[in-house]
């Protein structure tokens, strides 16, 4: 079956330092990836997607994410965090296999940035 | 320029109720997906609408139904309400075939059924 991981539930990090939130990803093919942000009671907001090319993308407020094919992942960064970026962060995949108009999802991963 | 617009924001139903949620697109998409999102989990895909047929399907029961309009809206229709159905639902929109791919998700519905 084809899944998205996100090996952590929470991340904590203090403000000013830099943040990774890890995502692997188990879909056929070349899959299309993304990053969304998700704040209470709210939908959820497009950070940025891997579709190819550079292996490092870059995104909404100074995110990015660092796509490596042969670990299958697609880790989020930022070099310096904010307390706004605190929030749950879902990584997602499309498969271009068999016509899949469809995202999976990971669980999710709750970012707390102390002050 | 709207975004995704979901309607009714909040919702309570009895269980063995029908609920008809409401999804309009983004202005120049023409297709809409829903997902369910369950507390504490990541979303599930429920279906995917394009030219007002179901293109794709999730692994949900035939309790959950669809349907999208000339003009591109959509609905999401439940019979027959669990408590399990208790969740917030979002609907995404895209564009088939755009450069600019991606989706762009309303911020839900949530749907408690009692």
């Known amino acids: 079956a084809q899944s998205v991981a996100q090996p952590e539930d929470q991340v904590n990090v203090a403000e000013g330092n830099p943040l990774t939130v890890k995502c692997t990803y188990s879909v056929s093919g070349n899959p299309y990836l993304f990053w969304y942000v998700q704040y209470p009671n709210r939908g959820l907001q497009f950070l940025l997607k891997?579709?190819?090319?550079?292996?490092l993308v870059k995104g909404s407020y100074g995110f990015e994410a660092e796509f490596n094919k042969s670990q299958t992942s697609f880790h989020l960064k930022k070099p310096s965090a904010l307390v706004s970026d605190s929030a749950l962060y879902f990584c997602a995949a499309e498969g271009q296999m068999d016509s899949s108009y469809k995202l999976i999802f990971g669980c999710g991963t709750r970012l707390l940035v102390r002050p | 320029d709207a975004g995704v617009t979901q309607s009714p924001t909040h919702l309570i139903k009895t269980r063995g109720q029908q609920v008809t949620l409401r999804c309009s697109p983004k202005?120049?998409?023409?297709?809409v997906s829903w997902y369910q999102q369950a507390l504490g989990q990541g979303p599930q895909f429920i279906f995917q609408y394009y030219e007002e047929e179901e293109r794709q399907r999730g692994n949900f029961p035939d309790r959950f139904s669809g349907h999208q309009f000339p003009n591109y809206s959509s609905e999401l229709n439940v019979n027959a309400l669990l408590l399990g159905d208790s969740a917030l639902y979002l609907c995404a929109s895209s564009s088939t075939g755009a450069p600019n791919y991606g989706y762009t998700f309303g911020s839900g519905t949530r749907l408690t059924v009692v």
């Open positions: 202005s120049g998409h023409d297709t």
């Open positions: 891997y579709i190819t090319g550079d292996n």
